[in-house]
Structure formats: structure tokens, C-alpha cells
């Protein structure tokens, strides 16, 4: 994870908590509830070197709506924010 996370990367996770880069990087690896395939997922360009990445995805009992930017850099395509907020349909 330390080399897809942008060193400002935030994060505002299902609870409406907001997370840094240090406290994904030191949270304790676990499995996530989650049912793959990832649904409508679209990537929308920002600019010249970010794009908006958006899907829904089906865990922990209900549909979560994920966006995240992402930034192409000289090593790679880094994360600079997440989120996730449970659908209404939940």
C-alpha cells in the first residue's frame, strides 16, 4: 500500500470517520466482506495526470458507493483520496 497512497492521501470511510495515510498504512490487515465483481465501474478524467474512479461494490450486508482519485506520477498511479457511503438502498 505505501507506494499507491499519495504522501496527503485522506481518507472518509464507511463510518464518517476521516483517515490519514499513516493510519491506513499502520491499520491492521483484515478481510474485507466484499462480493466481486465491482459494479458500474467508471473512470473519468480530471485532467491531465488524475482521473475520479467511482463504483459500487456489494459488503457487509449492503451496497456501498466508492470514489477515489487517482494521480499518475513518474513511478506510477498513486491514490490521493478515498471514500465510501452506503447507498440508500443500503
Do not use: K
Not at 496527503?8 to 465483481?37: K, M, N
Request: net charge negative.
Amino acid at each position: 500500500m505505501d507506494a499507491h497512497l499519495a504522501s496527503d492521501f485522506l481518507e472518509f470511510g464507511l463510518s464518517g470517520r476521516r483517515y490519514d495515510r499513516g493510519e491506513v498504512l499502520d491499520a491492521e490487515v483484515g478481510e474485507i466482506d466484499a462480493v466481486l465483481p465491482l459494479h458500474d465501474f467508471r473512470c473519468t478524467n480530471l485532467g491531465d495526470s488524475h482521473v475520479l474512479a467511482t463504483d459500487q461494490i456489494e459488503c457487509y450486508g449492503g451496497r456501498v458507493n466508492r470514489s477515489s482519485i487517482w494521480d499518475r506520477t513518474d513511478t506510477g498511479w498513486v491514490m490521493d483520496f478515498h471514500q465510501g457511503t452506503p447507498t440508500e438502498n443500503g
